[in-house]
């Protein structure tokens, strides 16, 4: 027995001096961020992941989903950040922010903005391309009953074609109601693209070709900057107006233009108890929207990882994220970066 109890000694003593020689990264769980799959919220999600890996020495992974399944899985804390959460959007978040599991931290790109949106050509013409106004009075979602021949859905002859976000989206729901909202359920066909990126190329392709096309977008993205686009105008906001939209089992639901735009950071409330000093560095984070923009260009244009890019952006503009973080912290990620 007193053999046993030797080896045993001797056992825990040689696994608390491995344990003790670990890296204190290795000795800790990761911090899971939200995989998201549009260029932004990638992007901002690689920018953050760095800092807590170079800067507080946290080691971090990625977990896929939909905007949904994902911010359901923030309440659990099955995830602990979402980098780029448009606080308040939807039903899953706004519950979760009243019980107290979840919290939007920081106003992360400010300028932001989402809606119904068209080329310029569409209404003004291009004299450069030889191409027409198509609908020289279309200024209004009220506007869009009488120009659906304009954006025809080549499979559904008789109706337009409105491009909305992918299934799994909030704004998918939200848009999907604007519909019947608008009186446009009938006459447009609510085509969803399977990503973000299919989205991108949809609309990309009919601009490169001067066709019209109606679609939902958002900033800050590179396509925003890239064309010359016209957004098109909706009521002025009304709260419940907004709740019906959210809504997606709602069968009557009213006319209102989105939410006003505010991006955040949503973490974990017991994430946000447990590291308090990221909680204040993500209360910080402030991106620029023209060099945010660029950056996000370069990624689209030369198809670059968002890691990549990530570095390339804190490379350049150690002015932005510095205001972020403490010295000591700041130090560390720039050491990082040479």
Excluded at 137 to 151: E, M, T
Excluded at 256 to 267: D, Y
């Amino acid at each position: 027995m007193k053999g046993m109890r030797t080896l045993l000694a001797a056992s825990l003593t040689a696994l608390g001096l491995s344990l003790a020689s670990m890296p204190v990264s290795a000795a800790q769980a990761p911090v899971h961020f939200a995989d998201l799959n549009w260029e932004s919220g990638s992007l901002i999600t690689e920018v953050l992941r760095f800092i807590v890996e170079k800067g507080y020495d946290l080691p971090t992974d990625t977990l896929p989903g939909t905007t949904i399944t994902l911010e359901t899985a923030l309440a659990k804390n099955d995830i602990q950040v979402i980098g780029e959460e448009w606080a308040g959007r939807s039903p899953v978040w706004v519950k979760a922010e009243a019980e107290g599991k979840v919290v939007g931290l920081g106003d992360t790109v400010k300028g932001a903005t989402e809606g119904w949106w068209v080329p310029e050509y569409v209404v003004k013409g291009d004299p450069s391309k030889n191409i027409k106004p198509l609908a020289p009075d279309l200024k209004s979602v009220n506007d869009l009953a009488r120009y659906k021949d304009v954006f025809q859905d080549p499979e559904s002859p008789g109706k337009g074609r409105f491009l909305n976000s992918p299934i799994g989206w909030t704004s998918e729901v939200v848009n999907k109601q604007k519909l019947k909202a608008y009186g446009l359920d009938d006459s447009y066909v609510n085509f969803r693209s399977g990503s973000g990126a299919a989205l991108d190329a949809e609309i990309a392709s009919s601009i490169r070709r001067g066709k019209p096309v109606l679609f939902y977008y958002w900033s800050p993205t590179p396509l925003m900057g890239r064309y010359k686009l016209i957004q098109l105008q909706e009521p002025p906001f009304d709260a419940e107006a907004w709740k019906t939209l959210t809504d997606a089992d709602n069968p009557d639901p009213k006319p209102t233009r989105s939410l006003a735009s505010k991006l955040s950071i949503g973490v974990s409330t017991p994430f946000q108890k447990e590291h308090p000093q990221i909680a204040e560095f993500f209360e910080k984070v402030e991106f620029p929207i023209e060099p945010l923009n660029k950056a996000l260009a370069a990624m689209s244009e030369h198809h670059t990882a968002p890691r990549d890019v990530a570095q390339a952006f804190l490379k350049e503009h150690p002015d932005v994220w510095k205001a972020w973080l403490t010295d000591d912290v700041a130090r560390k990620v720039e050491a990082s970066l040479k």
